[in-house]
Nanobody, 123 residues
Framework: VQLQASGGGLVQAGGSLRLSCAASGRTFSNYNMGWFRQAPGKEREFVAGINWSGGRTYYADSVKGRFTISRDSAKNTVYLQMNSLKPEDTAVYYC?????????????????WGQGTLVTVSS
C-alpha cells in the first residue's frame, strides 16, 4: 500500500482544513487507518483513527469534537476534517495504515506511512 497525504496549508485560528490520504493497492479496505502529527521538537502523536470498515473511530482528547476522520473505500481515501483549528494544531500530519488497533498501536509499528502534509495555524 502506498499512501499520499494532501490538503495541508496555512489557516487562521478558528478556520478549517480537510486532509486527504489517498491509498494505492487493492488491500486498502483491509487496513485500519490513523492520522498522526508531529510538531517541531516534539514526538509524533496520535490524532485520529478509523477501523477497516469505517464503523469505529478514535480521537485524541486534544482534537475530540473538532476533528472528524472518515474513509471512502470506493475512492481508497481517508479524510481528516479539522475544524476550529488552534495554533497548537500546527504540525506535519501523517497518515498510516495498520492491521492493528489504530489508536493503541505506536506510530513506529504502523505498516505503511504517507509522506506528511504541513498544517500551519496562525493566531
Amino acid at each position: 500500500v502506498q499512501l499520499q497525504a494532501s490538503g495541508g496549508g496555512l489557516v487562521q485560528a478558528g478556520g478549517s482544513l480537510r486532509l486527504s490520504c489517498a491509498a494505492s493497492g487493492r488491500t486498502f479496505s483491509n487496513y485500519n487507518m490513523g492520522w498522526f502529527r508531529q510538531a517541531p521538537g516534539k514526538e509524533r502523536e496520535f490524532v485520529a483513527g478509523i477501523n477497516w470498515s469505517g464503523g469505529r473511530t478514535y480521537y485524541a482528547d486534544s482534537v475530540k469534537g473538532r476533528f472528524t476522520i472518515s474513509r471512502d473505500s470506493a475512492k481508497n481515501t481517508v479524510y481528516l476534517q479539522m475544524n476550529s483549528l488552534k495554533p497548537e494544531d500546527t504540525a506535519v500530519y501523517y497518515c498510516g495504515a495498520t492491521f492493528r488497533d489504530p489508536r493503541k498501536t505506536g506510530w513506529s509499528s504502523y505498516d505503511y506511512w504517507g509522506q506528511g502534509t504541513l498544517v500551519t495555524v496562525s493566531s
